[in-house]
């Protein structure tokens, strides 16, 4: 869910996996240093700050993806599996060629068939490591 507020009005915000809000600058870009987490699980309220903000609440949804498997595909343990099944049998066959001769790679591209972008649950921690 994404929501402007103006001024420093109170909003309702819904149960969400957790909501970051940020003030934007005249030409409506979150102004990086105000970015912040006001909330998570449970539905609140948050008054705004004065200016402009811009309010982002995420949840989890889980779809078993187009071909039926629950694969969490932003997991950084993921990467040696996917390696070793996808890309190493190629570097096997082609004999050091990947990266040289080989032009292209084999990648999932998130988002395909109208799914909407991919999540982990580790998400929010991320974040505010980052």
Do not use: C
Request: net charge neutral; hydrophobic share 35%.
């Amino acid at each position: 869910m994404e929501k402007t507020v103006t001024g420093s009005a109170t909003v309702q915000l819904p149960k969400s996996a957790f909501t970051v809000a940020g003030k934007t600058d005249e030409n409506g870009r979150i102004i990086a240093k105000t970015l912040q987490l006001i909330g998570k699980e449970a539905a609140f309220s948050w008054q705004a700050p004065a200016g402009k903000w811009v309010v982002y609440s995420y949840n989890i949804f889980y779809h078993p993806g187009y071909d039926g498997g629950k694969v969490n595909y932003l997991n950084p343990k993921l990467m040696d599996v996917f390696i070793s099944i996808a890309h190493q049998p190629y570097e096997d066959h082609f004999d050091g060629k990947m990266g040289k001769s080989i032009p292209g790679v084999f990648v999932d591209n998130e988002g395909d068939y109208g799914w909407k972008m991919a999540w982990s649950d580790y998400l929010a921690q991320r974040y505010r490591e980052l």
